[in-house]
Structure formats: structure tokens, C-alpha cells
């Protein structure tokens, strides 16, 4: 079956410090890729979206310089947070999709960033 | 922009209850619709998902119609058990080249 996997599963790094997170697409094609933050008083907020071939789309209040994304193949994509600070804590979510209309994006489980 | 409102933050119910859950949504587009279920320590996963106004989503007891004319995608379960207990999510997308948006997520916990 298809399934998305991420890791690590949890993390903690100093503030200041950047911290790389990884997301693997098995059994299916990830044509685009969507990373999103879950934080306890808000829901999933989009960072950023990312299609193979294409330019990698960010979300109002977050930027390449901070998050830089990586999306070589159909089965792979990393992030990266940049000095990370307490506000950006947070369940970091890869949602991966296959190409072809209507398709519902897979989620993995996430990786959990803490800063301290 | 796009966005989808679910009002009610908990909903506390004893086993065979009926579970209700509210979803209203605003876009410019024709969007798709999704309810999305996570367990504590887990991704989202996708519960259902409906592409055409009027038609009716169903998946392991839940359904959900995609009601245009109200812009409303509420949840509905007949009779909701124990392992039912998570938080659920409506979202929506417009265009497939942008990213799911979500409501703030509904946590259901049942009570044997």
C-alpha cells in the first residue's frame, strides 16, 4: 500500500540551531509535496508546496531563507528549519500526492520539533 | 483566500451516540472536500473525501454531503464507538497546485 513516511519522529535542538526533516513517499508517485506545521492553538498551517518540475510555492509568513525545501524525485522531499526559535515548535507534517485529479494527500506522521 | 470553519472545539458522547460535527467552508473555486481523522500521535489520515457538490461521502459508518448551496460539509456518525475518540478535520482544496486548507479540528471523545 502506499504510505509516507517521516523522521525523525521527534527532535529537539537549541535555539538558534537548524534542524532537517525528512519525508519518504513508498508504493505511489509523489508529484507534489505540501509541508505544513500543526502547533497546538492553530491548526495545520501551510508552509509550503512543492511539484516536481516545478518552483516550490511558500505561504504568506514563511520563506525559503527560513524553511529551505528539497524535492529531487517522485519518492523524496526534505526540509530544513533555520535557527529555530521557540515559536517554531511544533508536529511538522509532509503531505505527499500523487499526480491526477482528485487525489487525496497522504500524510506521514510527522516530526515533532522542540527548541530549547 | 479559502477557508474552513468548524465551531464546535469538543464534543463529549457515551458509545452508540450520534455524532454531528459542523463544517462550513468559503472559496472562489470548486473545491474538493475532505474529512481528515488524527490519532494522538499520529498524521492525519483522510476519513472521506467528496470532488462534487451534492454528492455524499462514506467511509466505515461516517458520511458527509457536500452541500453547496449551504457551503457546509458537516460529519455525521449513527452510532459512534469508543475507538471513534480522535480529532477530525474538515478541509477543502480549490486547485490542486495549492495545499489543503483546514479547520481548526474537532476532538470526539466517547465515553464507554
Known amino acids: 500500500g502506499a504510505l509516507v513516511y517521516q523522521y525523525p519522529r521527534r527532535t529537539i535542538c537549541k535555539s538558534g540551531t537548524s534542524m532537517r526533516m525528512e519525508c519518504q513517499a513508498v508504493?505511489?508517485?509523489?508529484?507534489?509535496v505540501a509541508w505544513y506545521r500543526q502547533s497546538p492553538q492553530k491548526t495545520f498551517e501551510l508552509i509550503a508546496l512543492?511539484?516536481?518540475?516545478?518552483?516550490?510555492?511558500?505561504e504568506q509568513n514563511f520563506t525559503q531563507e527560513k524553511f529551505p525545501i528539497s524535492h529531487p524525485n517522485l519518492s523524496f522531499s526534505s526540509m530544513t528549519v533555520l535557527n529555530a526559535y521557540l515559536e517554531d515548535r511544533g508536529l511538522y507534517l509532509c503531505?505527499?500526492?500523487?499526480?491526477?485529479?482528485?487525489?487525496?494527500?497522504?500524510f506521514g506522521e510527522g516530526t515533532r520539533l522542540s527548541v530549547l | 483566500g479559502d477557508s474552513v470553519t468548524q465551531k464546535q472545539g469538543q464534543v463529549t458522547l457515551s458509545e452508540d451516540d450520534f455524532l454531528f460535527i459542523n463544517c462550513t467552508y468559503s472559496?472562489?473555486?470548486?473545491?474538493?472536500l475532505f474529512w481528515y481523522v488524527q490519532y494522538p500521535g499520529q498524521g492525519p489520515q483522510l476519513l472521506l473525501k467528496?470532488?462534487?457538490?451534492?454528492n455524499k461521502g462514506i467511509s466505515r459508518g461516517f458520511e458527509a454531503t457536500y452541500d453547496k448551496g449551504t457551503t457546509s460539509f458537516h460529519l455525521q456518525k449513527a452510532s459512534v464507538q469508543e475507538s471513534d475518540s480522535a480529532v477530525y478535520f474538515c478541509?477543502?482544496?480549490?486547485?490542486?497546485?495549492?495545499?489543503?486548507?483546514f479547520g481548526l479540528g474537532t476532538r470526539v471523545s466517547v465515553f464507554p
Open positions: 467528496v470532488t462534487t457538490a451534492n
Open positions: 508504493g505511489f508517485q509523489a508529484t507534489s
Open positions: 512543492s511539484t516536481v518540475n516545478s518552483a516550490i510555492k511558500y
Open positions: 503531505g505527499a500526492r500523487e499526480a491526477g485529479a482528485n487525489q487525496a494527500p497522504l
Open positions: 472559496t472562489t473555486t470548486y473545491p474538493t
Open positions: 478541509a477543502l482544496v480549490g486547485n490542486y497546485a495549492q495545499g489543503l486548507t
